[in-house]
């Protein structure tokens, strides 16, 4: 059973553009919320976390909204930078334990 | 940040053979490890949670006998692929976990494992 889903295999964006990130997901208990990058032949890092509570962060160019009614939470990245192409995966954190949504490839376009 | 060594990154090897995947938490103990699988086109597949001293739990469709976790220490999971085939051939991935970090910094993923079998 997927709890956290990603829709959307792949995204392209024009260098400047806005990209909106986009995961769903099903479990209300989760605590936090994170969104990790990966490159390729490379493992996923870190990237920004929302705790359960809050309903925006925001650090740099990174802003992340939680819509817990809707269960619904977006990254968007702006302005959108060629660096920035890369697979974008959305977790839930609870229990200890992370679950992970299938990624979204995000190219931006110079 | 803590780091994760994953090794060897890149290993080629003939079917029918064992192919062992090291995953080390430098700078912090782990006593739960994650190994992760990489299909083409991203989707990364939770293979099995390792856990250090006790067997690990493995995911749904994962077969045990085929992919041997062992936890022998806080700072080292392995990961043996045995008998393997072509189609084993993928992107393996391994996280451990430091219980004692903020959230952002609960998880850390090694750098991969490129496996191609002839």
């Known amino acids: 059973d997927q709890q956290v889903k990603q829709n959307s295999p792949s995204l392209s964006v024009q260098e400047g553009r806005i990209s909106i990130l986009n995961c769903d997901y099903t479990n209300s208990m989760f605590d936090y919320f994170l969104w990790y990058k990966k490159y390729p032949a490379e493992g996923p890092t870190f990237l920004i976390s929302i705790s359960s509570i809050k309903d925006k962060n925001e650090d740099g160019r990174f802003t992340v909204f939680l819509n817990k009614s809707a269960k619904h939470l977006s990254l968007h990245i702006v302005p959108s930078q060629p660096g920035d192409s890369a697979v974008y995966f959305c977790?839930?954190?609870?229990?200890?334990?992370?679950?992970f949504g299938t990624g979204t490839s995000l190219t931006v376009i110079p | 940040g803590a780091v994760v060594s994953q090794h060897p990154s890149w290993v080629i090897c003939k079917s029918g053979t064992s192919v062992k995947i090291e995953c080390r938490s430098l700078d912090f103990q782990a006593t739960t490890m994650f190994w992760y699988r990489q299909f083409p086109k991203q989707s990364l597949m939770l293979m099995a949670t390792?856990?250090?001293?006790?067997?690990?739990?493995?995911e749904q469709g994962v077969e045990k006998d085929k992919f041997l976790i062992n936890h022998a220490s806080l700072t080292l999971s392995t990961l043996t692929v045995t008998s393997a085939h072509p189609e084993d051939s993928s992107f393996y991935i391994c996280?451990?976990?430091?219980?004692?970090?903020?959230?952002?910094?609960?998880?850390?993923f090694g750098s991969g494992t490129q496996l191609s079998v002839l």
């Open positions: 977790a839930a954190y609870t229990g200890n334990q992370f679950y």
């Open positions: 996280s451990a976990r430091d219980n004692n970090r903020e959230i952002g910094e609960k998880l850390f």
């Open positions: 390792s856990n250090e001293g006790s067997k690990a739990t493995y």
